[in-house]
C-alpha cells in the first residue's frame, strides 16, 4: 500500500543543465566569439560544459569549447556516471575532429605551438563556400614528477571547433591563443599547471646590477600633411550692352517745337526726339 502511495517528480534522466554564461570554465578572448549558452555535467570525478559560441558560418555544426576539469567532486555526485579520460594522441584527436566537423577536408598542423598554458595541436581545413575551419585539443597537466594524490593532481582538457566566413588560419587561432581558464576546485592541493617557473639566475644576487632600460625611440619625423587644393575663383566677365547714341534726325513735319518762356515759339529751334531702338527678331518688323 505504501509503494502505490509513493509519489515521483517527473525529471530528465541526465544530469546535464545549462548554466548563465557567466558560469563557463574558460571564456573566449574579449574580442570574440561570444558565448550563446553553456551546457553542464557533474560527474563523479570531474565538470564537463559545452560552451557554445556564436557561429556565422555556412558550414553545418555549432562552435563550442569544451573543457573537462577532472577533480575531487562533492559526494553528493557519487550516483553519476565516471568521465572518460581520453589520452591525447594524433589519431584520437584526428577522429574527434572529424566528428565535430564532418565533410571537411582537415589536415593536423606539425608545427609546434604554445599559448599561457602550454602546448596544443590542431587540424585546420576549408568548409562551405569560404569558410575556414579549425579543430584545437590542449591537456594542461603537470609533469609527472610534480603529481602525487596528495599535491599537484588534476587535468583540464580542452577541445576548440570554430568555423568563420573569410578568415585565415591565424584568424582561428587567435581565440585559442586568447581563451581564459576561469575555473577551478576548491582543493588547494588541486593544481594541473605544475610549479611557476624559477626567476632569472640573477635576480636578488649580489653584483647583478639590473639596469632601468630607456623606451623604444618613437618615430618624431614631420607628418607630411595633404591638404585639398584651394578652390579656383572663376570670374566671369559680364558685358554690358553698348550705350546708344543719339542720332541726329533731320527737322520734319514731325518735329516739336518747344514754346519760349514768352509763349510763342521759336523759328528754328526744335528738339528731336529719337525714336526707340527696336531689335526686330528674325522674319519681324519694328512697330
Known amino acids: ?9 517527473v525529471g530528465t534522466p541526465t544530469n546535464a543543465t545549462i548554466v548563465p554564461a557567466e558560469n563557463a570554465l574558460i571564456l573566449p578572448p574579449p574580442g570574440g566569439p561570444a558565448v550563446l549558452n553553456v551546457v553542464e555535467r557533474r560527474r563523479t570525478n570531474a565538470i564537463e560544459q559545452d560552451i557554445y559560441l ?42 574527434q575532429a572529424r566528428r565535430a566537423l564532418p565533410g571537411v577536408s582537415l589536415e593536423q598542423s606539425s608545427d609546434f605551438l604554445q599559448n599561457n598554458y602550454g602546448p596544443f595541436g590542431y587540424a585546420y581545413g576549408r568548409g562551405r563556400g569560404d569558410d575556414a575551419c579549425i579543430f584545437a585539443w590542449q591537456q594542461i597537466r ?54 611557476p617557473p624559477p626567476l632569472e639566475a640573477g635576480i636578488g644576487r649580489v653584483g647583478n ?26 570670374v566671369v566677365r559680364v558685358e554690358q550692352p553698348a550705350r546708344q547714341q543719339p542720332v541726329a534726325v533731320p527737322a520734319t513735319a514731325n518735329s516739336i517745337r518747344l514754346p519760349e518762356p514768352g509763349g510763342a515759339a521759336k523759328t528754328g529751334a526744335t528738339v528731336i526726339v529719337p525714336l526707340p531702338a527696336c531689335d526686330a527678331p528674325a522674319g519681324g518688323n519694328c512697330p
Not at 584568424?171 to 610549479?195: E, R, S
Open 1 to 9: 500500500m505504501s509503494g502505490c502511495a509513493t509519489h515521483n517528480d
Open 54 to 95: 556564436y557561429t556565422s558560418a555556412a558550414t553545418p555544426g555549432q562552435n563550442f569549447l569544451r573543457a573537462q576539469f577532472f577533480g575531487p567532486m562533492e559526494t553528493r555526485f557519487d550516483q553519476q556516471k565516471s568521465s572518460g579520460y581520453v589520452a591525447v594522441r594524433s589519431s584520437e584527436m584526428m577522429r
Open 142 to 195: 603537470g609533469a609527472e614528477n610534480h603529481r602525487s594524490p596528495l599535491k599537484g593532481y588534476g587535468t583540464i582538457q580542452i577541445r576548440f571547433r570554430y568555423c568563420a566566413t573569410g578568415a585565415s588560419e591565424n584568424d582561428l587561432l587567435a581565440p585559442v591563443y586568447g581563451y581564459t581558464i576561469v575555473g577551478t576546485f576548491g582543493d588547494p592541493a588541486w593544481n594541473p599547471y605544475g610549479a
Open 209 to 234: 646590477p639590473i639596469y632601468r632600460k630607456e623606451p623604444a625611440p618613437t618615430d618624431t619625423r614631420p607628418v607630411t600633411v595633404m591638404t585639398a587644393p584651394a578652390p579656383t575663383r572663376r
